[in-house]
Structures are given as C-alpha cells and as structure tokens.
C-alpha cells in the first residue's frame, strides 16, 4: 500500500472494523465493494479461529475417523 492510502480508505469509508470479543481485540477489514441501493453493507459474522473446523471438515467432509484425527494433532500435524 502506498504512503497515506490507508488514511485515503478511511476517508472514503472503505473499510470496516469488527471487534473479536474471543481474542479481545479489533480488526480492520475491507469494506464493501459497491454500494447497493436498499442493500447496506455489513460485516454478518467474525471470521473463523484457526483451525475451528478441523474435525468438521476432517471427519465430516474427508472421513477421517476421530482416532486419524488425534493421531494428527498429536503429532501437531493440526
């Protein structure tokens, strides 16, 4: 990013923050990329933690069993 754009997006209301009450903190984010008509824009939930979903994705999505899934986080794998 170039010296001061920053500064520019915040002028021009481009970008959102959102706090992470988990993490006990805020985050800027971009903000929306067009403006709608009768639609405003907002941020509908926080971003997932790392690794939130590993055993929903890992044993539902891929069929891992839940023994292959602690063999991976003991060998912290995950």
Not at 23 to 44: K, Q
Not at 45 to 63: Q, S, T, V, W, Y
């Amino acid at each position: 990013m170039q010296p001061g754009l920053g500064e520019r997006f915040d002028q021009l209301d481009l970008v959102a923050r959102a706090d992470r009450t988990g993490l006990g903190r805020s985050f800027t984010y971009p903000g929306e990329a067009a403006i709608y008509n009768g639609s405003p824009w907002r941020i509908s939930r926080r971003a997932p933690l790392i690794g939130e979903h590993n055993a929903e994705i890992l044993c539902g999505e891929l069929a891992l069993s839940s023994g292959e899934l602690t063999v991976l986080m003991e060998n912290r794998v995950i």
